[in-house]
């Protein structure tokens, strides 16, 4: 994950990056990490002091539409900020590149990189040219990895991470639709205005294996499916359900008067049975 949030203040261009070593020197800030009880959501949050914004991330998963990476921007001041931000993922594989691949000849698999977008949905394509074979012998790639995002308005989409230095330079980028020969990224990149107290909140989903049936449908349905937001949601809401079903099931479930003991038992169990 890779965030860099520009705050105009007084004239001023502040540049905030959560999370990372360059923002440790400028500003004073606080990191929290938290994990939910069931164990299949983790947050990480990051408080800056100076500005009065806090940024956080949520990692789940949803069955239906992959890994769901849930985002949220906060305005603690008691002035309205004008937010200029870049948030995605760094080093996305495409579909057919295995472990073994990516550990030893990744460079090699850089050149078979494609990265594509369908600018009407935002929906990023990650996939080969061709699949890597040792022999003489053609072998299209034939489905692919995708990446989509929901919540931000008038977005502009990063395949790669060629920009992020002039995003730091000077606020702006340009959107990509087609990258080869580079390592996949998603970015989002978006200005708002935040009122004293207000919050922004989007999300990005993240899924393998997809064909080309499956790319048009979401497509489709990233653009026309006005409820997908809370669609996602309730999804992730059902997974939950569902493993608690399944820790249930091997007597994972107690209440007594110490509640993190209750969770340690949970997370046992769940360990257990996986």
């Given at each position: ?9 007084n004239n001023e261009r502040l540049i905030w990056e959560p999370f990372s070593v360059r923002s ?251």
């Amino acid at each position: 994950s890779k965030t860099i949030i520009q705050v105009h203040i007084n004239n001023e261009r502040l540049i905030w990056e959560p999370f990372s070593v360059r923002s440790e020197a400028v500003f004073n800030c606080t990191r929290n990490l938290y994990k939910s009880r069931f164990s299949n959501k983790i947050i990480f949050e990051e408080i800056n002091h100076d500005l009065g914004l806090s940024f956080q991330y949520q990692w789940c998963s949803s069955s239906q539409y992959g890994f769901v990476r849930k985002c949220k921007l906060v305005n603690h001041s008691s002035q309205e900020l004008q937010v200029s931000l870049l948030d995605g993922i760094q080093n996305i594989l495409p579909n057919g590149v295995g472990s073994d691949l990516q550990t030893k000849t990744s460079n090699l698999a850089d050149a078979y990189k494609r990265s594509e977008l369908i600018p009407q949905s935002g929906l990023g394509i990650f996939a080969l040219s061709a699949i890597i074979v040792d022999k003489a012998e053609p072998s299209e790639a034939l489905k692919a990895n995708v990446v989509w995002s929901l919540g931000l308005d008038n977005a502009k989409y990063l395949l790669s991470s060629l920009q992020l230095k002039n995003f730091r330079a000077n606020g702006t980028v340009q959107q990509e639709e087609d990258v080869k020969g580079e390592k996949g990224a998603y970015f989002v990149g978006s200005e708002t205005a935040l009122q004293p107290g207000e919050e922004k909140e989007w999300m990005m989903a993240a899924d393998v294996n997809q064909n080309h049936a499956a790319i048009i449908r979401l497509s489709e349905s990233i653009q026309n499916d006005g409820e997908l937001f809370q669609k996602v949601l309730a999804d992730i809401e059902l997974g939950t359900a569902n493993l608690v079903k399944l820790v249930a099931a091997s007597d994972g479930l107690q209440s007594t008067a110490d509640g993190l003991k209750d969770t340690r038992h949970f997370s046992n169990v769940l360990y257990n049975i996986m």
